[in-house]
């Protein structure tokens, strides 16, 4: 895996700006991505992005239902969980916020209220029951959505929208998460264990009763793993997703709005947080949906969720980008094969078709080489070269091609150039650019 995680962009030619100072003795060195034994990209999982494929479930709160604190949930294939979490004092389905999902009526409203004895005479069905019968002593409300049970083969992916208050003291938190077994191959015999990864969503606490910054909270299945990832805060709805490769890596995604999600969406993969467990399969139920709020004001309890989408065989980065590019026959079910092939060098222009978009270049037609331009100015050594959104960057010095020093690291790009401006040098230097997309930049950093 470390060696799929150096990719290097090979610089096929160096465009100089203005000719190197004699005394400087500035070189250029490159070292081209294939630099791997067979396929280098054969084996690469990159992230699916959820929602692509073929959906096989929905739940979509369109058809009008009632809610028996004795019974569960009346709608199909939706309802609360067992003994060990809560569930929500109050649930009913109203017309959805503006700038949700188009087309859509109908969303799911719920609250958490304190479950006292006018609640019990407002949901007598609720008396007596081995869940509900009882103050719920856990601050975590959970749905749970039975579809079937999905395996890693089935590249499957999980998304739903939820409506998110930016009030100043709302603390609410919206979970997505599904149930998993895991198979841990780092030892031998390889132990399967039963985990529930998930992506939330927060406010953060500043310490002073404001919950002011929105954050995704990562949870992998490797032990108690996770991480914060800050968020623009920005009210209204947002789409949540999470999706399952054949490797049995997990990703996590989460965009504001509702539309569908992209991979630039991307946040986090579960093999960022170690190596050798895998996801195989669903235990129970489907999706799980988390909650919590310790806000019961009128105006910040309320949490809202629509469309709870379930998608198999779906398309990865690199399928997508590829049916931009290649004609209907190159792909079968969605995925990139034959000509459209990421090791396939269908331009001939010595880069394969995963270079041609690790770099940004079209694969079928002619395109300039990417390059490292240089200008001396003065004793400066000034160097540039384009960079591509989603895609991250460090450029490396040596002065014997065998150790490398970088001068930056891990810019990410903007479309735009990329350069740096070297102090005086009294020595030959090479240089190389590396390239490496973004998801492979989150999963491996410390």
């Known amino acids: 895996m470390q060696k799929m995680n150096t990719v290097i962009a090979a610089i ?6 203005a000719p190197p100072s004699a005394a400087l003795g500035v070189f250029c060195y490159a070292l081209p991505v294939g630099a791997g034994e067979g396929d280098f990209f054969a084996d690469v999982a990159i992230p699916i992005v959820p929602g692509t494929g073929s ?17 569960g949930w009346a709608g199909s294939g939706f309802g609360l969980t067992g003994t060990q979490r809560g569930a929500p004092e109050e649930i009913w389905q109203d017309a959805p916020p503006p700038g949700g999902l188009e087309g859509s009526t109908r969303a799911l409203f719920f609250r958490r209220l304190e479950r006292d004895s006018a609640w019990y005479e407002e949901h007598p069905g609720a008396v007596g029951h081995p869940v509900y019968g009882q103050p719920d ?42 149930t998993a077994v895991v198979e841990n191959t780092n030892v031998e015999p390889s132990e399967m264990r039963n985990v529930w990864p998930a992506v939330w969503l927060f406010k953060a606490d500043g310490g002073d009763g404001v919950f002011s910054d929105l954050r995704a909270f990562i949870r992998s299945p490797y032990g108690n793993y996770s991480e914060y990832i800050d968020l623009p805060d920005i009210a209204g709805w947002w789409t949540l997703g999470m999706s399952f490769d054949e490797s049995g890596d997990i990703h996590y995604f989460a965009r504001p709005g509702a539309e569908a999600l992209r991979g630039s969406d991307y946040l986090a993969s579960a093999s960022r947080y170690g190596s050798g467990r895998h996801f195989r399969r669903n235990i129970d139920a489907s999706v799980m949906i988390s909650t919590s709020n310790y806000d019961e004001s009128e105006e910040g309890s309320v949490q809202i969720m629509d469309d709870i989408m379930i998608h198999t065989g779906g398309l990865d980065f690199y399928d997508l980008w590829a049916a931009d590019h290649f004609p209907e026959d190159a792909f079968e079910n969605g995925r990139a094969i034959g000509m459209a092939a990421r090791s396939y060098d269908a331009n001939r222009s010595g880069y394969t078709n995963f270079e041609e978009y690790l770099i940004g270049n079209h694969p079928l037609t002619s395109n300039p080489p990417f390059g490292l331009g240089m200008e001396v100015d003065g004793n400066h050594m000034n160097l540039a070269f384009p960079s591509k959104a989603n895609r991250s960057y460090t450029l490396e010095r040596s002065t014997d091609l065998m150790v490398w020093e970088p001068l930056f690291k891990g810019v990410e790009g903007t479309g735009d150039f990329i350069g740096v401006s070297e102090e005086p040098l009294v020595e030959p230097a090479f240089y190389r650019v590396i390239v490496r997309p973004r998801y492979w930049v989150r999963e491996m950093a410390p």
């Open 12 to 17: 096929k030619r160096v465009s100089f700006l």
């Open 55 to 71: 959906l096989v479930h929905r739940v979509d709160f369109e058809a009008p239902s009632s809610f028996n604190y004795g019974a």
């Open 137 to 178: 002593a856990v601050n975590q409300d959970d749905f749970y959505v039975y579809a079937r049970n999905f395996t890693a083969e089935d590249r499957f992916s999980i998304t739903v929208r939820v409506y998110v208050n930016l009030g100043r003291t709302a603390r609410a938190t919206f979970g997505l998460r599904t």
